[in-house]
């Protein structure tokens, strides 16, 4: 298992799995992403902070970072960190343990940028998918 940056080649199957993961959250809770304009994802690409995870021939998760972001690290003394934004994993591909696998990368990453920490965030209210992030090692700050 390898984390690679997403290609533009990869759009169609990024957006695949925002849609199939829009569903599975609408199934487990009342909010869900928004659809998210070609554009965003598009430049994320290009500023190399969109990666995926491939299983065989098959996009298995994809992931965005940020070094900057100013809603969730509002309040926070602690400058330099690794957000984490929309995780979207395949439904085939669930309980595999990826976000241990993104943290694990994330890590490696921080270390050759001298960042220590790594955040990021959910809809208020999932208490389900909170649950998941404690379990995988994150702290919980706030709503």
């Known amino acids: 298992m ?17 849609d199939a993961a829009t569903v599975y959250q609408k199934s487990v809770n009342n909010k869900s992403w928004s659809r998210f304009e070609s554009a965003l994802i598009e430049r994320e ?7 995926k995870i491939m299983e065989d021939d098959i996009m298995a998760c994809s992931v965005v970072i940020t070094l900057k972001d100013p809603v969730i690290g509002k309040g926070s ?7 984490l934004h929309r995780i979207a994993t395949h439904l085939n591909f669930r309980g595999r ?17 001298q960042i220590e920490y790594i955040r990021m965030d959910t809809h208020s209210g999932n208490d389900g998918l909170n649950t998941h992030y404690i379990r995988s090692g994150f702290t919980y700050k706030r709503i």
């Open 97 to 113: 343990s990826y976000l241990k696998k993104i943290v694990e990368w994330c890590i490696a990453y921080g270390k050759q940028r």
């Open 45 to 51: 690409i290009s500023e190399n902070r969109h990666f």
């Open 2 to 18: 390898n984390i690679t940056p997403s290609t533009f080649a990869d759009i169609n199957t990024i957006f695949e799995l925002y």
């Open 77 to 83: 003394a602690i400058d330099k960190a690794i957000y």
